[in-house]
């Protein structure tokens, strides 16, 4: 039996995720881009973000690797401020990098850059669950960038939060194993606005919904990457689903 859950838009790859008795995990929830191609979060859901950790509405972190666009150390150190119970599930640079500055807050745990399977994360917020497993990072030049996959289930859901894992066939072939069906995937745009990409998630899974997020500040899009992926999803005629493209950061969405 399924049941209605609720995503948040935080800014850039950043999604709560709220789920029965308003039991909420963040993924990638403050990030600060210094090369300013992306969306930080901005200042009024930073401040939302930290609120719903003090009052521990939001108990749950997980940061798929250490790039700014996805994790910004000084407001993750502000969280623990805040709730120094506040759980945080991270590669072991992330970890490292908030041991580096605060030894004693928070409970933290990283996966190993060599774990090769999936790892159970062992929430405690009722009906959720959560795995993850190592997956490359796009692009050859972050090629020794340990990236996180997320595959959570909540409200009779499945839902697949790749952060930046590159979209080759064993990404989707290894989801496959965990679920064939995923009900929503949360990832960035050119997952499905690349047609080879496409082609292998048709390969392995059947997709129901997709929130395309992590997309470039229109100033900056100065080779037209939203509009060609837009336009690649219009086209094809390979079954997918047409995303959802978030828009401005703060928008809900029922998923």
């Not at 499945?158 to 069906?181: I, N, Q």
Request: aromatic share 6%; charged share 25%.
């Amino acid at each position: 039996m399924t049941e209605e859950l609720m995503a948040r838009h935080t800014g850039n790859a950043g999604i709560v995720i709220y789920g029965k008795g308003q039991a909420a995990i963040g993924i990638d929830v403050f990030c600060r881009d210094r090369k300013g191609l992306y969306e930080d979060t901005p200042k009024e859901e930073r401040r939302l973000l930290l609120t719903a950790i003090e009052s521990r509405e939001l108990k749950t972190l997980v940061f798929t690797h250490e790039h700014g666009d996805h994790f910004c150390l000084e407001d993750v150190l502000e969280a623990l401020r805040r709730n120094p119970e506040l759980r945080i599930i991270s590669t072991g640079e992330v970890i490292r990098r908030i041991r580096e500055q605060e030894e004693s807050l928070g409970v933290l745990t990283a996966v190993s850059p060599e774990e090769t399977g999936f790892v159970e994360a062992g929430l405690s917020e009722p009906g959720m669950k959560l795995k993850l497993f190592n997956s490359p990072h796009m692009g050859e030049q972050f090629a020794d960038v340990q990236n996180l996959v997320c595959l959570l289930e909540a409200g009779g859901k499945r839902l697949l939060l790749p952060g930046d894992a590159r979209p080759d066939g064993e990404l989707f072939s290894r989801t496959a194993l965990w679920s064939p069906v995923i009900d929503w995937m949360i990832a960035p745009f050119p997952l499905l606005g690349l047609p080879s990409s496409r082609k292998k998630i048709a390969a392995s899974l059947t997709l129901r919904h997709v929130l395309a997020v992590h997309l470039p500040r229109p100033e900056k899009d100065a080779h037209g990457w939203r509009e060609s992926a837009v336009k690649v999803c219009e086209r094809a005629k390979d079954g997918l689903p047409m995303p959802i493209f978030a828009g401005q950061p703060g928008k809900t969405y029922v998923i």
